[in-house]
């Protein structure tokens, strides 16, 4: 008898195999003199980690894009697709690449006005990076305190999880929601502390997208006027301000109106 691996010649078993049923003594009087079975177990056991690392890998992305709120047109927007003209959609490619090959934990501040496309650019890296395995939070700030108005507590608790478990977090809209509902300030600016603060502390990167104004001097940022200097510097801490310019794309344009009933 050989193996069937390196061929080598299966050795005399020199134990004591008397206590064993005949059939056993029988199977084990030779033995292999190599450890190629043993490999190839250990090849085979890494393969299923391997496997199964992978596959919750690919449930966390699942689960994470289940949680994240979206509006449904933002589904399809890739790179590949988008309008590439634009500095900030190169600067959110060069991002999501860099992402996959460097342990990033540096955000990014995407700001600028209405239509400016900021939704889209940060749809495109989260769609990116979850092709690539990535689990990515993207959270609407609207949506979650309409939810802790209801239940709190355990709502809260839950998304800060969540936070300190994904690969990125997203806050789409920073500051939409605050001209609606400004009669509770404290309680939600000590939300929205606790949101960016969790995802500080667990050096999780941060995007945010918001029309509020961005601006080195404090007597003109926005963000500060509106949120409060603590929301600020820990916004900045974390994201890099990037402003996205440009004309806003909503609407219909002119020449596809014409066009239409040309
Ligand atoms: N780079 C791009 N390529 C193609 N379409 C884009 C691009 N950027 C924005 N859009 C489209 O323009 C519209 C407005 O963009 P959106 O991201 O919602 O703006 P914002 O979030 O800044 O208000 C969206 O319908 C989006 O699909
Ligand atoms: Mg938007
Ligand atoms: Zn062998």
């Known amino acids: 008898m050989k193996c069937q691996y390196c061929g080598k010649e299966y050795i005399k078993n020199s134990a004591d195999l008397s206590y064993m049923p005949e059939f056993m003594q029988e199977k084990l009087k030779y033995i292999p003199a190599c450890n190629c079975l043993e490999k190839l177990h250990e090849q085979e056991m890494e393969a299923l980690r391997k496997k199964q690392d992978e596959e919750s890998r690919m449930n ?67 769609n990116y990076l979850r092709e690539h395995g990535k689990s990515v939070f993207v959270m609407n700030l609207g949506l979650y305190f309409n939810k802790l108005k209801i239940e709190w507590e355990k709502e809260e608790k839950a998304v800060l999880e969540n936070v300190k478990k ?35 502390r667990s050096e999780k990167p941060l995007i945010i997208s918001t029309n509020l104004k961005y601006h080195e001097d404090l007597s003109k940022c926005e963000i500060e006027k509106n949120l409060g200097s603590r929301i600020r510097d820990r916004v900045v801490d974390m994201c890099y301000p990037i402003a996205v310019i440009g004309k806003s794309r909503r609407g219909i344009n002119k020449e596809t109106f014409w066009e239409s009933i040309a």
């Open 60 to 126: 966390r992305v699942k689960k994470f894009m289940d949680i994240s709120v979206v509006d449904a047109k933002f589904f399809k927007s890739t790179f590949e697709n988008a309008d590439m003209s634009s500095k900030h959609m190169r600067t959110a490619e060069r991002y999501a690449k860099s992402f996959l090959t460097k342990n990033q934990n540096v955000g990014m501040l995407l700001y600028g006005g209405v239509g400016t496309g900021k939704t889209y650019a940060t749809a495109c890296i989260a």
């Open 166 to 200: 994904c690969d990125l977090l997203i806050i789409d809209d920073f500051g939409a929601e605050m001209t609606s509902n400004t009669e509770n300030v404290t309680w939600r600016d000590e939300k929205i502390f606790n949101l960016i603060d969790t995802a500080y």
